[in-house]
């Protein structure tokens, strides 16, 4: 490029070709070599969320570390149960599949639900994306007040906008989506289909907290939750009585009217020893969260909800080994509604 430039340069040439060599370095493209795979080039957190690490822990389960802007730059994990064939590499053939969002329960993390049940080798899942997403220890599937400041940690904006956005485009995850967790996880399930109408087909809840608005035993049992870890339980959703807009919009059984469109399926025992149980086992939990699953039924049915399954089974308690049992009983409903297996 520079062959015909003289060997002694003028003061006006040599300005000229220290402009250009600094124009031609700004415009350089950068090498794909330059920087860190998911690491941002300027060193500060893109917006939305980036994956940063992808860990294979076994048969057709991969974890990723996500970055989330949402979550004040911080990385969490989201486990995938993929389907066979999945290969989302194949960027000429690549296939968006039918997509199963699986919510854990307050304590348990991303890992709850491969490690405690057997969804790992379930065939009806084997041609369906299963997305289990970190949602913090008593994260409640919100973004939190934060006494009107809102911010870090805004759970929802993550699974729902970064999360799902990041899936869709670049691991295989189709728009065809349904939604299930146990406890927290439940309200999860049903807060989410009811505050993003047409988001997911359907939704299940096992021994979800349904109603916390229900009586003062319901909202006092949620606030100590909300206070695990030595957390400011109005952090969450504020106060219940100063704050009662914000608490009615995280309650199910206050959007049940944006539920009626989808297939539903609701599960709990009413706290007593039940089949599954050790002898004598009982829990006040679940025999609050029994009475919150009745009262959502009655208003789902008073607002005209059509596809509404129930199964409220009686003795049982707060546990692992009937939340397997629902999540196999409600995948036939589930399923249906991604249209896997007509």
Known sequence: MFANVPTVLTPLRARLLLVLAVLLAVLAPTSPGAVAAGEPESGAARPGAEVVAVTRVADRQVDLSVRSTALGGRTVDVRLLTPDGWNPHDRRHRQHWPTLWLLHGCCGDYTSWTSMTDVAETDSL??????????????????????????????????????????????????????????????????????????????????????????????????????????????????????????????????AKRLRSIPVYLSCGDGTTGPLDPPGATSALEADFNRQNHALAAELERVGARHVTTNFYGPGTHGWAYWERELHASLPMLLGALGVGD
Do not use: C
Not at 195 to 223: Q, W, Y
């Open 126 to 255: 084997r041609d369906v994306l299963v997305v289990m997403p970190e949602a913090g220890w008593n994260g409640w599937y919100s973004d939190w007040w934060n006494h009107g400041q809102g911010g870090d940690p805004a759970w929802e904006t993550f699974h729902t906008k970064e999360l799902r956005h990041l899936l869709e485009r670049d691991w295989g995850a189709g728009s065809n989506r349904v939604v299930a967790g146990l406890s927290m996880g439940g309200q999860g399930a049903l807060l989410y289909a009811a505050r993003h109408p047409g988001m997911f087909k359907a939704t299940a809840a096992f021994s979800g907290s349904a109603h916390p608005l229900l009586n003062e035993e319901s909202v006092d049992r949620i606030m100590g939750f909300f206070a695990g870890q030595d957390n400011d339980p109005l952090r969450v959703w504020g106060d219940p009585v100063a704050q009662r807009r914000i608490w009615q919009a995280h309650d199910p059984f206050h959007l």
